[in-house]
């Protein structure tokens, strides 16, 4: 490990007669938590001054004097490099062919908070951290229960990243849980430094703009997922955890769905996935329309707009263009500004280019109206990398509409529906429940019925115990008792 000034090697003396063996405490400065540190050090500097332990014996005494617990046994010094690395302070004596590594990790982490991409507004206000066991305790906090399996692995020749793989044993499918640790033990490479990384070297589709495996930073919603039978994974570093396999309309569901009263989350889902449509088709409809397909409008809105256009120099398609690609900047400024002013520069950038546009005559007041409310529309997806999808999407649509029309955006749209019609996640088709049908998982899908009516786990994801209450778990108030007036 070289002469690194963090790397503390702390030794004894050598053994005289009067003293015991020769020994040493190798750590990390900055991975070990220094009160625990303190006390090992006391425990081998009396061990060292102990004439009646040997070498052989030298092992099994510090095993039982040492005050903590998960004490592994070490023959290897690439295994007491790689613990040393992980948070451990490693024991050694003179004469003792194995070492005792000692879990003490700690150095500064962040502490749990909210989670900042994904708002809470009812339910648990807490977020994984980069921490991979504070985040499995996240979970565990959440299932109670001895069926939830953790599989650990470690990924990366130079980072070592350390990956945990969770499943609830007779609920998840066990061919899906088998060819998520054979993806991830296929994979050979230097670095893991975030999900990321795992997310492009394990998904099924190589090249597609629709995400085939979700994310997220709630531990709430990890634990809603794995009690349907998914699977997640955790990555050392990052409070990303990745959750396959996952389907299309999974991408317009919300924690605060199932917390909410089942009326009020219905309505909801159906203003998402209307914004959806109103993100990728808004801006190529207007184009195909007032391109191509003028007799579509009212005469009336058809006079203003044409009014509107009188003193523009660009076609719509170039104006729409013109339009996204500069919000598209303003929102990438926005984003890498620093927080103080960056909400600042977003609103007032948008406000004073697009009044500036229209008074200048480059775009249209209604073009104006049209690219914004499809960048709110974009908001309202509950995932980022839905929505970055859809921004994608209308790129290709909005060019496609200015060249052919509203048969041009049907041109784009068919083969989109057939793509993702062909698309899996990890062997599950990802338009399930659509294609293939699946009537009972309708019941969590365009909208959601009360928790009394969803009986059973989703179909096709789940293949174990598909029960998840039992039967006649709608409310049954007593009748009104009667008072008698005098």
């Given amino acids: ?63 039982r004097h040492i005050p903590f617990g998960g004490v592994a046994t070490l023959d290897k010094t690439e295994d007491v490099c790689s613990c040393m690395l992980d948070g451990c302070a490693v024991v050694l004596f003179d004469g003792s062919p194995v070492a005792a590594a000692v ?26 951290t980069e921490d991979l066991s504070t985040n499995l305790a996240l979970v565990r906090r959440k299932l109670r229960t001895p069926d939830l399996r953790v599989e650990s692995l470690t990924i990366g020749r130079y980072t070592q990243t350390k990956v945990a793989v969770l499943h609830l044993q007779g609920v998840a499918n066990d061919e899906v849980v088998k060819e998520v640790g054979l993806r991830l033990r296929a994979i050979d490479t230097d670095s893991i430094l975030e999900s990321g990384y795992i997310e ?26 794995l009690l349907e039978g998914q699977v997640a994974v955790f990555v050392d570093g990052t409070p990303f955890v990745l959750i396959a396999p996952i389907t299309f309309f999974k991408f317009f569901q919300s924690s605060e769905d199932y917390y909410q009263r089942y009326d009020i989350s219905s309505f909801l889902r159906v203003i998402r996935l209307t914004s959806f449509l109103v993100a990728m088709l808004l801006p190529s ?15 009336t809105l058809l006079i203003s707009l044409a009014a509107q256009r009188e003193g523009t120099p660009l076609p719509a398609v170039l104006e729409a263009l013109l339009m996204e690609i500069t919000f598209e900047i303003i929102r990438e400024a926005g984003v890498r500004m620093p927080r103080a002013i960056g909400p600042a520069i977003s609103i007032v950038g948008a406000l004073v280019l697009g009044q500036a546009a229209v008074q200048a005559g480059l ?44 048969f041009g955006i049907i041109a784009g749209l068919v083969p989109l529906l057939v793509h993702l019609v062909s698309l899996r996640s990890f062997g599950v088709p990802y338009f399930m429940p659509v294609a293939p049908f699946r009537k009972g998982n309708w019941k969590d899908l365009f909208t959601r019925v009360p928790w009394w009516a969803m009986k059973r786990r989703p179909a096709g994801i789940a293949t174990g115990n598909l029960s998840r209450q039992a039967d006649e778990q709608r409310p049954k108030p007593p ?7 005098n």
């Fill in 1 to 63: 490990m070289g002469t690194s000034p963090d790397i503390v090697i702390r030794e004894w003396a050598e053994a005289d007669g009067t003293q015991g063996p020769k020994s040493a405490v190798c750590y990390v400065d900055g991975l070990v938590d220094a009160e625990r540190l303190t006390e090992l050090l006391e425990s081998v500097a009396g061990l060292a001054a102990d004439a009646t332990v040997t070498p052989e014996t030298a092992f099994s005494t510090a095993k």
């Fill in 103 to 128: 879990s003490i990790p700690g150095g500064a982490r962040r502490a749990v908070e909210e989670p900042s991409s994904q708002t809470v507004i009812r339910g648990p206000k807490e977020g994984f």
């Fill in 200 to 225: 492009e070297l394990i998904q099924d589709a190589a090249v597609t703009p629709f995400p085939t495996l979700m994310n997220t930073e709630r531990p709430d919603t990890v634990a809603g997922c």
């Fill in 285 to 299: 409809l207007y184009i195909a329309v007032t391109t191509f397909h003028q007799e579509m409008l009212p005469t």
């Fill in 363 to 406: 775009v249209s007041a209604a073009m104006v109206i049209v690219v914004s409310f499809t960048a709110i529309s974009n908001f309202v997806l509950p995932t980022i990398n839905m929505a970055a999808t859809v921004r994608l999407i209308r790129f290709a649509l909005m060019f496609l509409a200015g060249t052919l029309g509203l």
């Fill in 479 to 485: 009748p009104a008792s009667g008072r008698k007036e």
